[in-house]
């Protein structure tokens, strides 16, 4: 009897191969062939389950945001976070910063498809590029519900505050790419600007 071909899992299988890719040699640099030989498959594969390489490119940052998600919660959860405002929002942030290997993969690949898609036209307008968005929605709720525990400092705009959170942790997790600052620096930074929006949490 003829084996079952998970198709999502070979899907899966060749986005992977596409990230461990871009992680080493850049996004710029994968193209299907290169996407082809790091997951062991012949082109033609990689080309039955994405047409094109916008495709894969934005299956790979779906996947990321994914496991993103997942890394999120999980560091809630272990840290008792859950349910805390001012917990759920150090545990989003701190994740920007790359502290292993899957969260410098994050960075890094998501930093670079930001840029392409500002000159190409088959990346830029994707769906993906709405998490940015999403996530600053996110940030603003769970400071809204901050404010009104009165856990946060007086006078402070969630939607305002959420834009210039999500602007620290990118350029601090940039920093720590280029090797500006280390990983445990950035996270002090970011301790510290949570300190001055929550005070008295500590």
Do not use: C
Not at 146 to 159: H, N, S
Not at 182 to 191: P, R
Request: no cysteine; charged share 20%.
């Amino acid at each position: 009897m003829p084996k079952l071909v998970d198709h999502e899992e070979r899907r899966a299988h060749i986005v992977d191969a596409l990230l461990r890719s871009a992680a080493s040699s850049g996004l710029h640099a994968v193209t299907m062939r290169s996407v082809a030989v790091e997951a062991g498959v012949s082109v033609r594969l990689v080309q039955y389950y994405f047409d094109t390489k916008e495709q894969l490119l934005l299956a790979a940052m779906t996947r990321l945001a994914t496991r993103m998600g997942e890394r999120v919660q999980r560091r809630a959860r272990e840290s008792g976070a859950a349910g805390d405002p001012r917990g759920i929002i150090e545990a989003v942030l701190l994740e920007a910063v790359p502290t292993d290997e899957e969260s410098r993969a994050f960075h890094l690949v998501y930093t670079e498809y930001a840029v392409l898609s500002v000159t190409d036209p088959g990346l830029g307008g994707q769906p993906f590029l709405a998490a940015p968005n999403e996530m600053e929605a996110f940030l603003a709720a769970q400071l809204t519900a901050a404010r009104q525990a009165g856990d946060t400092a007086p006078g402070l705009d969630p939607r305002q505050e959420a834009v210039v959170l999500l602007a620290v942790s990118a350029g601090l997790g940039l920093s720590v790419l280029l090797k500006q600052r280390t990983a445990a620096e950035a996270t002090a930074v970011l301790h510290y600007h949570l300190g001055r929006i929550f005070p008295g949490r500590g």
